[in-house]
């Protein structure tokens, strides 16, 4: 699965790219779904479907959601990401209390602490999970799992595929409520126990919030097609005792005191039920209110997009959220095409980012090009000066090849001229050396001959006697024109002396 290439898709809740999201959720013969556009720190309700199942039996269940689903896409016309929430009547839900306060080490031992708890084997299951609650100084969490079976997650899917469509996410409808639920100030900030019921077309979801926070979640195999059947007042007191023994499971042994219901889903709006909710708990009663998801300016929705009390568990889907933000059940062997977008997103980038990286590198390179130009030629200027004003060069010409050939030409003439004398200025040298500075005191000294080669003197010579020969030899270690320390055996002597290197 490829994630975060090169740059992830936002920092934060700020997406780096735009982002148009499509929210399916598929209840019973109805299929709604809520397009959302993500751009920065903004999300905008752009659009909300919702399509009708025809009656006629003639043609399959799958195949007509396969349908709705390609004339909502039609309607959309461009989009990035598709995602769906699946019934949460076909999910397992269990909640977990763990000694890990980070997500990545939630995940690493969940499977392991849910697979007991399985009606089924874990190699047959998917399994992810949302946290619900953290205490920092415990270092604990409590979740909850859901676990599907992958033949579920599959049909799911199928109804996409069937049209070409690859889902980039699988959620369960009520997490994706619950996050709806936590993007309204007034509901996230909601004290005490509260029942939401998302009354479905075959299920009731049941969500038991405390203080804020999920805590259990049930579903009732019982909606409006139920309802409906028989007379209202003995349908709605059966559906009350179900409830209410779902409820006393969350409590176990507390006592339940919910200070508020919550309705939502089609059969919200059926005749009669919120009062006798309200008459039977002696408890507040209302739809789920989505006015204050607009109060800050966070969200923002366009005229054509509107809220009805089925389509909102398709608005929780699309919604950011930091609470079902990680939650997927897509397998990852049926995730390759879930981050292509985003993929080709990042692609550009790079893309783009090597272009101007190369444009910024030759641009540099052109401007120092042109900076080293400039000094060159400046500093040549200068040379050509300098040469006219020392070599005495009188010609017109301010060319640095040809002053510089001319200067060298001079040089060369100079070097011919004093090439005779050189060798023997250095000998002249050495010689005045030993007949003034090393015959002082009337050493006598005579010179019969005298090479120098290879750095060194040989010189064959005579003194008037030993005495005069010690003198010598000390003149000779005091000069600094020689490195002598050898010693004489006879005042007529031929002795190899060292010269001293000349600085």
Known sequence: MIKNVLVPEKIGSHYLFAKRVVGFHIDGPTVHATQLYLKGAAVTIEQTFTEQLSAQQEFEYDEQVSQAIQNILQKVGKYDAVYTAMSGAQVIFKTLKLPFATYEKIKMVVNYEVEPLLPFALDDAVIDFIITKQDTQEGSSEVIVAAVQKFVIAEQISF??????????????????????????????????????????????????????????????????????????????????????????????????????????????????????????????????TKHLFSDGSVKIKPQAVLSIENLTSLGLVLPSTITGYFNLLPEHMSVDREVSL??????????????????????????????????????????MVLKEKFRLSGESDDFDTVLEDAEGIVKKDEATWAPFTDKSQFLQYLLELMYTLDTENLGLEIERLTISNGDMTLQARVKGFPELAKFENELRRSKLFKYTGSAQNPDFTMKIPLAKRR
Not at 357 to 363: C, E, F, H
């Open 343 to 384: 993929l080709t997103k990042q692609l550009v980038f790079a893309g783009i980012f090597f272009v101007l990286l190369l444009g910024g590198l030759l641009a540099h390179n052109i401007l120092q090009g042109r900076k080293l130009r400039r000094e060159l030629a400046e500093s040549k200027e200068d040379v050509v």
């Open 160 to 289: 996409f595929e069937q049209i070409g469509v690859h889902p980039q996410k699988v959620s369960v409808d009520l997490f994706e409520l619950y996050n709806l639920y936590q993007h309204i100030p007034e509901y996230a900030q909601q004290k005490g126990e509260v029942a939401l019921l998302d009354i479905g077309y075959t299920a009731t979801r049941v969500a038991f919030i405390q203080d804020g926070s999920l805590t259990a979640v049930r579903v009732l195999p019982q909606g409006v097609k139920q309802l409906e059947q028989g007379e209202p007042q003995d349908g709605f007191e059966k559906f009350w005792s179900k409830v209410q023994f779902t409820l006393n499971s969350f409590a176990g042994q507390q006592e339940l005191k919910i200070s508020k219901f919550i309705f939502s889903g089609k059969g919200a709006k059926i005749a009669g039920l919120l009062e006798f909710f309200a008459d039977a708990s002696s408890a507040h009663c209302e739809l789920f209110q």
